[in-house]
């Protein structure tokens, strides 16, 4: 009898991190064979999906409220997917760019239990089951994160630490809150519930829980300087992947539990300008690559939280989908993009931007990486990114929201600035006198990054079929 | 017979809160650790009266629990503040 | 008549809101540490009260004593190890950049605020509200075990349990990758009296760990608090150097730390491949297999805990290596 | 009845103790004496309330357990309180020394 | 006056401490103390959802939640003192 690929795909990493653990020297092929076996069962249940638009299990036979189900459809498969693949592909590359034994020998464990805890988020249909898969991304982000050891990634770690932990107990007492009102604690209890006040504190806790978890401006401290001293895989991971955990049960719980107000979801869209304006200044005074790059995660996450904001009223599918959109097209595109950075930072020994045209060795290929992830990043066609700003551009203009046009091509033009410093460095040659090698030795850790760049890129050629793909199972609100 | 046991938790949980007040107002590090000396005995007294009244013997063991961690938390003080200060 | 129970509750409620003020407002850092202590067992005694026996045991256990010692092990690490007593961590005061106390108050009011409207929306949310209680006593009988918390850690929210014991593994992975190379300061012998306690305490504490696991099935008690408990024994040896952890016992380690996790998630998954759904224990097997898992997990959770508050992992001779690389 | 009046005798002697002790911490010079006081007084107290709640039990096998939580509390308290006299002593000698 | 009122509002109250400390400490070991007090102050709020006028038996999924928060806080707590500990040694190899 086949198990399901639903539990499949929780249980791989979860084995694949024991034997990473157990057996260090062997980690990581035991780490990629995992990761691979995984997006295996991703793609089975994505066929299912296909086939029955939406897979529901009630894990030991119990039904919610009184057990947990796990329940895939469109949208938490085109995020396992993204996970899956962007997972796969950063997998690659640390098996290839990852020395230090110690390092690889604690990289693999980690990474496979936060595969774990993604996962686990993207197929949950509870808030305290949310709660501890929040906690077991955070545990294992926290590792990574300090996976380098310098003092700056400790204190980036530490910060991290607290601004998860704090998230996460926020959203503990939120759902304290829950209980208290419906005595019950399923995403169908939530659809369910009467508006009160407890529903409201309790919804205002979550919030502002996932906030502080998603670095929503002005709640991002703790993020540029996590993502931009980790190692480059670990950044990857981190600023691709793991943000956007968060970021999809904010986006569940909204549509569950509207916001009260108006003025709320404005609120959060003004966040989110506040975030583009704000990262787009810090990535433009940024002095290293990667902290740029980090900046502009602050930047994006802005960007999807203005589309949440378009998509407070009831209704309004197409903004929702421009969110989901944005946060696919971010999770690819900037795992390429700090993939890249890292392969720069170790081909020329440093990532000071205004010194990158001083350099005698030009990664050529790493920096065509880098600038195919900024086409996506920045929203040119025909990236995915392009195709996600464009139905949040289209919708708020057919509402006549024009403030909220006007933050986002103010923040496409700043962005547009800030990687054109880095392109500048990448194009400049006048500054050197002596030969200009291109690179040190080919690696396999460049494949990995330009394979996810051009996905970012080519995948806004097939935006129709993935859109229709996200709306299978109904995500998004209640089935008509 | 409960109102009376209910007075002497009263009385208890009061008499560790007066010492503790006292303890913690103490310059010298050693004093501070009487506090857990003084929580480890009365908190015990506090659950046995307390699973009589409640009528829940799982409290007993709590109250074992109670016993063991007061002497152990006090053990790693005494360990780890062993070291002469520098 | 009045509350027998009144005087007391209200008491306890004001000293545990005291004592938490308290322990951040203390200077001394080490008051703050038994203050924070004596704060987790005066709620536990409180959920005594809100008869959650079984809460009261894990809070008292884990979240205070384990806790407990982890902090004043890490509170002599940053006054001794390091090698210099650093007046500002010794008193727990960092003048680096003081707050404003403008800020402070702005903060402090906001989370009054804060707590206004939370206690607002408490007291308006509906007392003894819906729950689960009748759902749990409804399926209680097909569940293997006769103790409901039990019931709900282990059958009926498996999930989250394994999930919560995944936690607990990343933490072990994460804190030996984090203290990779830190030297441990000496320790002094304790002398004749404690030696003869722990002679007489270890095989004691062993025992109600191990009762506490078995009570689990129909009373209060159960893997985590036995597990905790067990962990006291290993703290025990490890602080008495009865027990000095050594490289060649890291392969053992591992397998420990990943023991109570595999065999839940390996019994998880072979049920599954039965025809039935994943954590769907057959009912006639439910009763023994849960109590495997719960043996194997406090294993797990014993060693784990014991090995959270050792925290480096043992290596063998600090070289260049296991330095940093910066 | 007069097992129940007994009971209270004890348990209120008990009490007492435990307040007897507290007292003495609160006005005791230093610290062994305080030491001394809050041992001895809340060991006789819990000892004292200990006996009380044996007479109210329903079982043997509580009267047992009630026991066994008051011997390993006394062998604890004992233990700690040896320690913390310890301890103490050999940071007054150290403190002498300097 | 109920316990679940009286410990209800203790709950929010403590979860507040925690909060003003997690903002404002400027220690890193108290920051993690006040984490902890937060904790303990959301389990509150479960444990007073789960109580019922006794001589009903309380909620027990209430209470396994809480044992879970309380081991998840631990292992969270441990990873975080370990990365003081570091630091601290880091940052005194530095000084010297």
Request: aromatic share 8%.
């Amino acid at each position: 009898m086949m198990i399901d690929p639903l539990t499949l795909t929780l249980f791989i990493p979860l084995f694949g991190a024991i034997g990473a653990f157990v057996f260090p020297r062997v980690a990581s092929a035991i780490g990629l064979a995992s990761v691979l076996v995984t997006v295996g069962a991703v793609a089975a249940l994505a066929r299912d999906i296909l086939a029955q638009s939406e897979v529901t299990i009630a894990l030991g036979g119990w039904e919610p409220p009184l057990g947990i189900s796990l329940r895939a459809d469109g949208l938490s498969v085109a995020m396992l997917a993204m996970t899956g693949v962007v997972g796969l592909l950063v997998s690659i590359g640390a098996f290839d760019s990852l020395k230090d034994a110690r390092q690889r020998q604690y990289f693999w464990p980690l990474w496979l239990l936060l595969l774990t805890g993604m996962n686990g988020v993207y197929l949950s249909t509870d808030i305290f089951n949310l709660y501890v898969m929040i906690e077991v991304i955070a545990l294992a982000a926290v590792g990574l994160t300090v996976l380098s050891g310098t003092k700056a990634a400790l204190r980036a770690g530490l910060e991290y630490m607290y601004a998860s932990i704090l998230g996460a107990l926020l959203f503990l007492l939120g759902v304290g809150f829950v209980y208290l009102q419906i005595g019950r604690l399923d995403f169908a209890g939530l659809i369910a519930a009467e508006p009160t006040g407890a529903m409201s504190a309790a919804l205002a806790l979550m919030v502002v829980g996932l906030l502080l978890k998603t670095a929503l401006f002005p709640l991002h401290f703790w993020l540029p300087a996590a993502h931009a001293n980790a190692t480059a895989p670990a950044s990857a991971l981190l600023s691709g992947l793991v943000v956007k955990a968060a970021l999809y049960i904010f986006l569940r719980l909204t549509t569950y539990m509207p916001l009260p107000d108006e003025i709320l979801v404005t609120l959060v869209g003004a966040l989110g300008a506040g975030a583009v304006l704000w990262g787009g200044i810090q990535a433009f005074r940024a002095e290293r690559l990667k902290m740029l790059v980090a900046w502009s995660t602050v930047v994006q996450i802005g960007l999807i939280f203005i589309a949440f904001a378009r998509a407070g009223q009831v209704g309004l599918t197409e903004s929702w989908k421009a969110a989901a959109l944005l946060i696919l097209a971010h999770g690819v595109a900037k795992a390429a993009m700090f993939l890249s950075a890292g392969r720069i930072k170790d081909e020329i020994g440093h990532d000071i931007i205004r010194d990158l045209d001083r350099s005698e060795i030009r990664p050529t290929l790493a920096q065509f990486t880098f600038a195919l992830a900024a086409i996506s990043l920045i929203g040119l066609p025909p990236s995915l990114g392009f195709i996600g700003k464009w139905s949040l551009l289209e919708g708020a203009m057919a509402a006549g929201y024009w403030h909220w046009v006007v933050v986002t091509m103010i923040g496409t033009l700043m962005s547009v600035a800030y990687f054109s410093r880095v392109f500048a460095g990448f194009l400049r040659f006048d500054r050197m006198r002596g030969e200009i090698a291109e690179h040190k030795g080919w690696a396999l850790a460049d494949i990995a990054p330009l394979t996810l760049a051009i996905s970012a890129i080519s995948l806004g050629l097939m935006a129709a079929p993935i859109l229709s793909f996200i709306e299978l199972g109904y995500p998004f609100g209640a089935r008509p | 017979m409960t109102i009376f046991l209910g007075v002497i938790i009263f009385i208890l949980l009061a008499s560790i809160l007066a010492g503790l007040a006292r303890v913690l107002r103490a310059h010298r590090p050693e004093d501070r650790m009487l506090a857990a000396q003084l929580f480890g005995t009365a908190s015990v007294a506090i659950l046995l009266v307390l699973s009589r009244m409640m009528d829940m013997r799982a409290l007993l063991d709590v109250a074992m629990v109670f016993a063991l961690l007061a002497a152990i938390t006090l053990a790693a003080y005494v360990v780890l503040a062993g070291r002469r200060l520098l | 008549m009045t509350d027998p129970f009144l005087l007391f509750d209200l008491l306890l409620a004001g000293a545990i809101i005291a004592l938490a003020a308290s322990t951040l407002a203390v200077r001394d850092l080490f008051a703050s540490i038994v203050l924070f202590i004596i704060f987790g067992l005066l709620s536990a005694l409180a959920w005594v009260r809100l008869s959650a026996p079984d809460v009261a045991l894990a809070e008292a256990a884990i979240g205070t004593g384990v806790t407990g010692a982890l902090l004043l092990k890490t509170l002599h690490h940053l006054r001794f190890v390091t090698g210099r007593l650093a007046l500002d961590t010794a008193t727990g005061f960092t003048p680096e950049h003081p707050v404003p106390p403008a800020v402070l108050w702005a903060n402090a009011a906001l989370c009054g605020l804060i707590t206004l409207g939370l206690a607002v929306a408490f007291l308006g949310a509906p007392q003894a509200g819906p729950g689960f209680d009748v759902l749990v006593a409804d399926a209680l009988p097909q569940s293997g075990v006769d103790h409901p918390v039990t019931a709900v850690l282990l059958n009926f929210r498996a999930y989250d349990t394994l999930m919560e014991v995944v936690v607990l593994l990343a933490a072990v992975i994460a804190v030996w990758q984090i203290e990779r190379g830190l030297t441990a300061a000496p320790a002094p012998s304790l002398g004749e009296v404690w030696q003869g306690f722990a002679r007489l305490s270890l095989p004691a504490i062993v025992i109600v760990g191990t009762y506490l696991l078995w009570k689990g099935a129909e009373a209060p008690g159960g893997a985590f608090q036995g597990g905790a408990v067990l962990a006291a024994v290993g703290l025990v040896l490890l602080l008495s150097r009865l027990y000095v952890p050594r490289p060649s016992h890291r392969a053992a380690a591992r397998w420990a730390f990943v023991l109570g996790t595999g065999a839940f998630a390996a019994v998880a998954l072979l049920v599954a491949s039965g025809g039935r759904v994943a954590f769907q224990y057959p009912i006639e097997h439910a009763k023994t297999l849960i109590l495997l898992i719960e043996g194997l997990v406090t294993i797990s959770i014993a060693v784990t805990l014991a090995a959270l508050f050792h925290g480096r992992e043992p290596v063998a001779i600090p070289n260049e290596r296991d330095r940093d690389d910066t | 009845m007069i097992l129940d009046l007994l009971a209270a005798i004890l348990i209120a002697s008990g009490a007492f103790f435990f307040v007897a002790g507290t007292v003495g911490l609160l006005r005791f010079p230093d610290l062994y004496c305080r030491l001394h006081a809050l041992t001895k007084a809340d060991g006789l107290g819990l000892a004292l309330i200990a006996m009380g709640l044996s007479l109210l039990a329903g079982s043997a096998a509580e009267i047992l357990r009630i026991i066994l939580i008051w011997f390993f509390v006394a062998l604890a308290s004992a233990t700690c309180s040896h320690l913390i006299a310890a301890h103490a002593r050999r940071v007054d000698r150290e403190r002498t020394d300097d | 006056m109920t316990p679940d009122l009286i410990y209800g509002v203790t709950g929010i109250a403590v979860f507040a401490i925690g909060l003003v400390g997690a903002l404002c400490a400027q220690d890193r070991l108290r920051r993690v103390l006040a984490l902890k007090l937060c904790s303990v102050g959301a389990g509150f709020l479960l444990v007073v959802g789960a109580w019922r006028v006794p001589p009903a038996s309380p909620d027990p999924v209430p209470h396994a939640l809480v044992i879970t928060g309380i081991v998840v806080m631990v292992s969270a707590t441990a990873v975080a003192l370990a990365l003081i500990r570091r630091l601290q040694s880091l940052e005194a190899e530095d000084d010297d």
